[in-house]
Nanobody, 123 residues
Framework: QVQLVESGGGWVQAGGSLRLSCAASGSIFSINAMGWFRQAPGKEREFVAAIIRSDTSTFYADSVKGRFTMSRDNVKNTMYLQMNNLKPEDTAVYYC????????????????WGQGTQVTVSS
């Protein structure tokens, strides 16, 4: 089992920045890929970014490319999402996720999920 705990959400004005963290514990050795997803009220969950745990390969949704940066610290077993130039449409609950299989942009492929952290961007 793997446990994921997000932190770092909050309220920010448009154009501002936030950094989300996701601390992993448990059977981390089994994890190959980690991702960030988000869900806004009344909308389906959507892919934000993903990273392969063993190297620096990262993948981003077009909507966040150039504004968001995902990174990981394998010593601390923590993954980060640096979000810059935030827009009101980025408002959502952000979830980190992990899976044992190959990196994927599909939420259903991920076995482990955090509880989510709220990000609110005001105009």
């Amino acid at each position: 089992q793997v446990q994921l705990v997000e932190s770092g959400g909050g309220w920010v004005q448009a154009g501002g920045s936030l950094r989300l963290s996701c601390a992993a514990s448990g059977s981390i050795f089994s994890i190959n890929a980690m991702g960030w997803f988000r869900q806004a009220p009344g909308k389906e969950r959507e892919f934000v970014a993903a990273i392969i745990r063993s190297d620096t390969s990262t993948f981003y949704a077009d909507s966040v490319k150039g504004r968001f940066t995902m990174s990981r610290d394998n010593v601390k077993n923590t993954m980060y999402l640096q979000m810059n130039n935030l827009k009101p449409e980025d408002t959502a609950v952000y979830y980190c996720a992990a899976r044992r299989g190959p990196v994927s942009g599909k939420g259903d492929d991920y076995e482990y999920w955090g509880q989510g952290t709220q990000v609110t961007v005001s105009s």
